[in-house]
């Protein structure tokens, strides 16, 4: 292998699925394969829904044995959602799943003690009911949280059991509503008044940032030589995904697609206005001191839970048949939180279309073009809401994620917002992952420097905005009840 070529493994988990990918990262060359892929099934126990910790543990350590020799290890995931450890560094217990109900009604008793008002003037979060700072509320009378000496975000847990060392990466952090955009520090007077004890939480650490090294028995079980280091990313993985935004300038939107939909801006400093509070735009932060300033869309999770109710599927079929659905027939709010939890996704997107009024989407097709539909105005809502809230204009949506293989999804979006949109990367959250690994280790260069060398060498496919935005302005003003 050519010298100045060196490779980098990035573990890079989903809700529904993991992976561990390889790139090979040189001065102009950035490729990127799959050594491993493998699911995450969260489990319902008595208790409630939690995450199968373990398994995904061993599917990272099956990937980085598929891998093969790599210069650093690099890991990001969801956010919010965390592992105790006790007094000797154990686990205590599967980690409980974001979309568990224990956090129903929580809010409320926050705002009793630090209203809604005062926490986003603190913290920049969004509201959504299953941040960080919730589930610790809902589970301060618990043994569990009592016993608990150590909590450990979910990329910093398996971070942990890889090199032994402990931390807390920082845009991971500030998704906890725990952390202050401005000084991108623990938010101290919120968690005081709330009586959270910060120093549960590992040390504060920065993507780029040394985590440690895989440690003997991780080396043996995996074949690996040592040392290899283990590097600390954007281990959320949106900020991930918004640092492999093949982007050149300022003048631009991001939309990262999965289970969720993630739009927005990249800003220099946060927007804590009660006007962005109102509208549920979040501050959360990226690389190099950027702010992702974004909104939290249903995203195709809404499609993945319809597909899994109707049972065997062929998708490519299906989006073909969506495409010859009449476009805005039925619309539905693909923010509300109504089609959080997950079960009969296609009859609650029927009872949200009777309740407004609206023709009923029946038919697998009529669902699926509903959705489509719904999240593509969803965009276009959020990308106008952000360059009016931030003052930021701006000239081009990039879509990056798994949504860039739905072409169909790619074409509503440069409809509904008219302007153009610039589809890829797919794998945005592994390509930031890695190239966060390599600026570690001084092959590339700077968050602009990064973007340049993603445009040279990745696939992307652009999409031209198709008539006016008047109809998609008229569903718009239907699904506000205008």
Request: charged share 20%; proline share 5%; aromatic share 6%.
């Amino acid at each position: 292998m050519n010298a100045a070529v060196k490779s980098y493994a990035a573990v890079d988990l989903g809700a529904s699925s993991g992976r561990v990918m390889v790139g090979r990262v040189g001065s102009d060359s950035l490729e990127l394969n799959v050594a491993h892929r493998f699911p995450n099934r969260p489990v319902r126990v008595p208790e409630g829904l939690r995450w199968d910790v373990l398994g995904l543990y061993a599917g990272v350590l099956d990937g980085l044995r598929a891998a093969g020799r790599v210069d650093s290890v690099g890991i990001d995931s969801w956010a919010v959602d965390y592992g105790l450890l006790d007094a000797d560094g154990a686990l205590l217990g599967n980690p409980v799943h974001y979309r568990d109900s224990r956090t129903e009604g929580v809010a409320e008793k926050v705002w009793a003690t630090v209203p809604a008002e005062e926490l986003y003037a603190a913290t920049g979060l969004q509201y959504a009911p299953f941040n960080t700072l919730y589930q610790l509320t809902a589970a301060r009378s618990t043994d569990r949280l009592a016993q608990a000496r150590r909590l450990l975000l979910m990329p910093d847990l398996l971070t942990y059991w890889l090199t032994g060392e402990q931390g807390t990466e920082l845009t991971n952090a500030s998704t906890t509503q725990l952390i202050d955009p401005r000084t991108r520090d623990w938010a101290y007077g919120v968690a005081e008044r709330l009586g959270i004890e910060l120093g549960l939480f590992a040390p504060l650490r920065r993507p780029g940032d040394p985590a440690g090294v895989l440690r003997p028995e991780v080396l043996e079980e995996t074949g690996l030589t040592g040392p290899v280091p283990v590097t600390a990313v954007g281990s959320h993985d949106t900020a991930s995904a918004v640092a492999a935004v093949p982007a050149s300038g300022e003048r631009f939107a991001y939309i990262c697609t999965g289970t969720w939909s993630l739009a927005g801006l990249e800003l220099d400093a946060p927007v804590l206005t009660e006007e962005s509070r109102a509208a549920n735009f979040t501050n959360e932060l990226g690389l190099d001191g950027t702010v992702r300033y974004l909104r939290n869309i249903m995203g195709l999770w809404l499609l993945q839970e319809c597909v899994r109710a109707w049972g065997e599927t062929d998708l490519g079929a299906l989006l073909l048949e969506a495409a010859k659905v009449p476009a805005l027939r039925s619309v539905v709010d693909a923010g509300d939180a109504a089609f959080l939890a997950p079960g009969r996704m296609p009859e609650r997107i029927a009872e949200a279309c009777r309740a407004s009024g609206q023709p009923v989407a029946e038919s697998p097709a009529e669902v699926t073009r509903c959705i489509l539909d719904s999240l593509a105005l969803a965009h276009r809502t959020a990308v106008q809401d952000a360059q009016r809230l931030a003052g930021h204009p701006v000239d081009v949506v990039h879509v990056v994620g798994g949504g860039t293989r739905n072409a169909l999804l790619c074409q509503l979006t440069a409809d509904a917002c008219g302007l153009p949109v610039v589809a890829g990367p797919t794998e945005a959250a592994a390509l930031g992952n890695v190239l966060v690994q390599a600026r570690a280790h001084g092959l590339v260069g700077d968050l602009a420097g990064m973007r340049r060398l993603l445009v040279r060498t990745q696939p992307l496919t652009r999409y031209e905005p198709r008539g006016g935005t008047e109809r998609w302005r008229a569903a718009q003003a239907r699904l506000a009840g205008d």
